[in-house]
């Protein structure tokens, strides 16, 4: 239709915006049309051809830094590929004290230091971290819980006690109300010991590094599978995306980043959001601009020339 050559033409006009069709229009019809339609027509509507909006995705922090809260290189990879995608982040964690703190150099136990998790968080956010206690999932499109001792420490007591441990009861509401709402979920390193709680027979992994692990999530009723850190596994069922990020055997950080690229665009497609750069196009305003341009009557015989008879205009949009 010539709402994809339309769109073409928008392309040559706005190369930012990438518009991509099922069709390949021959070069002569994008050239005959490129001549009918002034480019600063176009201009004025560009400002209609939007890309798809993008919603936001929650994550929630256990604080900040691997052997007492969140492992700081799988949150920064979720965060990345998340925002390249063009989805917005919020941030959220318990608003409590952690449990101890380290010092990630010696990696011992830093008695004397209390820190608090939301403040914690926000060293790797960025931005405010949100009280975890006003998280509703029906605001979101996802939900997204990386790795760290924080979880098996602070959000969790899984450290102490991996068959009968104690999830916090915000952080266990936050997993409940997700998925009772449909809302997709991702977890990454340890975070899925909690899925295995809370969820019912659902499947994760938990790597391949610390076999009891798997086990113990085994006994929690998960099916946990073994799987290398740039694998992932997808429960369709309970709309579940886990990877093993640094449970994985000797991972290099790339590795840890590329499973969790991995784990986000599986996220995105239970979701149910387009998974394209081009987004979602008006044509009906590029028919229009063409229409005002040349004539509805020109408009039409060009449509038939180049599409056959029966061709009409103002068709709903294309699948992109």
Same mark, same amino acid.
Do not use: W
């Given at each position: 239709?010539?709402?994809?050559?339309?769109?073409?033409?928008?392309?040559?006009?706005?190369?930012?915006?990438?518009?991509?069709?099922? &069709?390949?229009?021959?070069?002569?019809?994008?050239?005959?049309?490129?001549?009918?339609?002034?480019?600063?027509?176009?201009?004025?509507?560009?400002?209609?051809?939007?890309?798809?909006?993008?919603?936001?995705?929650?994550?929630?922090?256990?604080?900040?830094?691997?052997?007492?809260?969140?492992?700081?290189?799988?949150?920064?990879?979720?965060?990345?590929?998340?925002?390249?995608?063009?989805?917005?982040?919020?941030?959220?964690?318990?608003?409590?004290?952690?449990?101890?703190?380290?010092?990630?150099?010696?990696?011992?136990?830093?008695? &004397?230091?209390?820190?608090?998790?939301?403040?914690?968080?926000?060293?790797?956010?960025?931005?405010?971290? /949100?009280?975890?206690?006003?998280?509703?999932?029906?605001?979101?499109?996802?939900?997204?819980?990386?790795?760290?001792?924080g979880v098996a420490k602070n959000l969790s007591n899984y450290a102490e006690d991996p068959i009968n441990f104690k999830i916090h009861p915000e952080v266990e509401k936050a997993i409940t109300s997700t998925h009772d709402a449909k809302v997709p979920i991702a977890m990454c390193c340890?975070?899925?010991?909690?899925?295995?709680?809370?969820?019912?027979?659902?499947?994760?992994?938990?790597?391949?590094?610390?076999?009891?692990?798997?086990?113990?999530?085994?006994?929690?009723?998960?099916?946990?599978?073994?799987?290398?850190?740039?694998?992932?596994?997808?429960?369709?069922?309970?709309?579940?995306?886990?990877?093993?990020?640094?449970?994985?055997?000797?991972?290099?950080?790339?590795?840890?980043?590329?499973?969790?690229?991995?784990?986000?665009?599986?996220?995105?497609?239970?979701?149910?959001?387009? &998974?394209?750069?081009?987004?979602?196009?008006?044509?009906?305003?590029?028919?229009?601009?063409?229409?005002?341009?040349?004539?509805?009557?020109?408009?039409?015989? /060009?449509?038939?020339?180049?599409?056959?008879?029966?061709?009409?205009?103002?068709?709903?949009?294309?699948?992109?």
């Amino acid at each position: 239709m010539f709402r994809r050559a339309a769109s073409l033409i928008v392309k040559n006009v706005h190369q930012y915006n990438k518009c991509v069709t099922n &069709n390949v229009l021959s070069k002569n019809t994008s050239a005959i049309l490129l001549n009918q339609i002034n480019n600063n027509q176009l201009r004025n509507y560009a400002a209609q051809v939007q890309s798809v909006e993008r919603g936001t995705v929650a994550v929630i922090l256990s604080g900040c830094g691997y052997l007492d809260g969140t492992e700081i290189t799988e949150a920064v990879s979720t965060m990345v590929h998340l925002t390249k995608k063009g989805y917005k982040l919020a941030f959220f964690a318990p608003d409590i004290e952690q449990e101890e703190t380290y010092d990630h150099v010696t990696k011992t136990l830093d008695k &004397n230091e209390v820190r608090n998790i939301r403040v914690e968080g926000a060293r790797i956010a960025r931005q405010n971290v /949100l009280k975890l206690e006003q998280y509703r999932p029906q605001a979101f499109e996802a939900l997204v819980i990386p790795g760290g001792f924080g979880v098996a420490k602070n959000l969790s007591n899984y450290a102490e006690d991996p068959i009968n441990f104690k999830i916090h009861p915000e952080v266990e509401k936050a997993i409940t109300s997700t998925h009772d709402a449909k809302v997709p979920i991702a977890m990454c390193c340890i975070a899925p010991v909690l899925a295995a709680k809370l969820i019912p027979g659902c499947t994760i992994t938990l790597g391949d590094s610390e076999p009891q692990t798997t086990e113990n999530a085994k006994t929690l009723g998960a099916n946990c599978v073994q799987k290398s850190v740039e694998e992932i596994v997808i429960d369709k069922d309970n709309k579940l995306v886990t990877s093993p990020a640094y449970m994985g055997k000797n991972p290099a950080a790339h590795e840890v980043f590329d499973g969790i690229g991995k784990m986000i665009d599986a996220l995105v497609q239970l979701t149910g959001s387009k &998974n394209d750069d081009s987004g979602e196009i008006n044509f009906g305003v590029l028919e229009e601009v063409a229409i005002k341009k040349i004539g509805k009557e020109k408009f039409q015989q /060009l449509k038939e020339q180049y599409y056959g008879a029966g061709a009409n205009a103002g068709n709903t949009k294309p699948t992109l």
